[in-house]
């Protein structure tokens, strides 16, 4: 059963900077492409930035490109979004997703955490 927990949002000015990290059950995360997704009050849950299993290529969104960074320690089993130049657009509840088929890239994402509150005063 694959368990993913995120931790790390907060509230932050606009213009600041915050992590969040997803930690994932299972001795096979290096094996899968992970993903970060968000969803804003009243809007659909949208695509952020994906990574290969490896860590070698990843993939924004245009609307967090230059600004936001997804990484990978496949030895702590850890996902990881640094957010930089944080505005009121990115508040929203932040999601891990992972692939449901090893060794794909980009991945066809279900499998879900419960998700972290990121919220950007401005």
């Known amino acids: 059963q694959v368990q993913l927990v995120e931790s790390g949002g907060g509230l932050v000015q606009a213009g600041g900077s915050l992590s969040v990290s997803c930690a994932a059950s299972?001795?096979?995360?290096?094996?899968?492409?992970m993903a970060w997704f968000r969803q804003a009050p009243g809007k659909e849950r949208e695509f952020v930035a994906d990574?290969?299993?490896?860590?070698?290529?990843?993939n924004y969104a245009n609307t967090v490109k230059g600004r936001f960074t997804i990484s990978r320690d496949n030895d702590k089993n850890t996902l990881y979004l640094q957010m930089n130049s944080l505005n009121a657009e990115d508040t929203a509840v932040y999601y891990c997703?992972?692939?449901?088929?090893?060794?794909?890239?980009?991945?066809?994402?279900?499998?879900w955490g419960q998700g972290t509150q990121v919220t950007v005063s401005s």
């Open positions: 997703a992972r692939a449901r088929t090893s060794w794909r890239y980009p991945g066809d994402y279900n499998y």
């Open positions: 299972g001795r096979t995360f290096s094996s899968y492409a």
């Open positions: 990574i290969s299993w490896s860590g070698g290529r990843s």
